[in-house]
């Protein structure tokens, strides 16, 4: 029966994926199938955390966070949970052998959103690292299937494509961030006062996290390499639509990516592969 239930925590891990993420889901399914339900455990697990300090404000939220967190280490210690998407997770932690100190900084990046923080170069790093470098360094170790000399090899630049996307993230949410959140994440930029020599600065900081990235992307195996490749093109896009707006535009509006120029990215990212353009 166990099996039963197991099944049944996989597939709302996938539906808590699809609900929030068109784009990473889209990027999920490109992925062998052997994998897939992995990376969509992962996700899983960071995304109810993240709806935590994101969107339930009317509870309280730190309780709520705290509870995740014994939650999610009770589930890896008895190897179950009645919360299914830490079921899920558990079960990709034992199977992959993920690193406990990635989800320590990860639920620390998370505990910092509940806070108003005046980020730093310092304690923003500290924030990518956890937020977004850890979870794609989580994958990785999914990706690679226990090959540690790979592992270490690709480590630098799976830290430099989360960087990419959470830094991505950061600026397209400018406008919400600040006014409903309450939230400045980029040092030295008060958003009240960016300019265009700061977006410029920031633009281009993220342009060299992604040429870096695409390094360890031409190097992934066969079982990942198409979708994570289909995101990072996904990604650039947003860059590409953030650089051409105006700050103005930029702090009043939302970029998005259209699903039909989504799903065109699905062939460009196979013909690149078969070619070898990477």
Known sequence: MIDIYTEVCLKASRIVTTKYSTSFSIGIMLLDKKIRDHIYSIYGFVRLADEIVDSFHEHEQEYLLNKFESDTYEAIEHRISMNPILHSFQRTYHEYNLDRNHIDAFLESMRMDLHKINYNKDNFE?????????????????????????????????????????????????????????????????????????????????????????????????????????????????????KSLKINKLMSTRVRVSNIHKLLLLPKAKFNILINRL
């Open 126 to 242: 500290k924030y990518i690292y956890g937020s977004a470098q850890v979870v794609g360094l989580m994958c990785l170790q999914v990706y690679v299937e226990g090959n540690l000399k790979l592992y270490n090899e690709l480590l630098p630049h799976a830290i430099s494509l989360g960087s990419a996307f959470q830094k991505v993230n950061f600026i397209r949410d400018l406008s919400s961030d600040m006014n409903e959140l309450g939230r400045s994440y980029f040092p030295n930029v008060e958003l009240n006062k960016i300019d265009k020599k700061s977006k410029k600065m920031i633009e281009d900081d993220i342009q060299a996290d992604f040429e870096h990235a695409l390094i360890g992307i031409s190097k992934l195996p066969k079982n990942s390499q198409y979708g994570v490749y289909t995101a990072y093109l996904y990604y650039l896009v947003l860059l590409k639509k953030i």
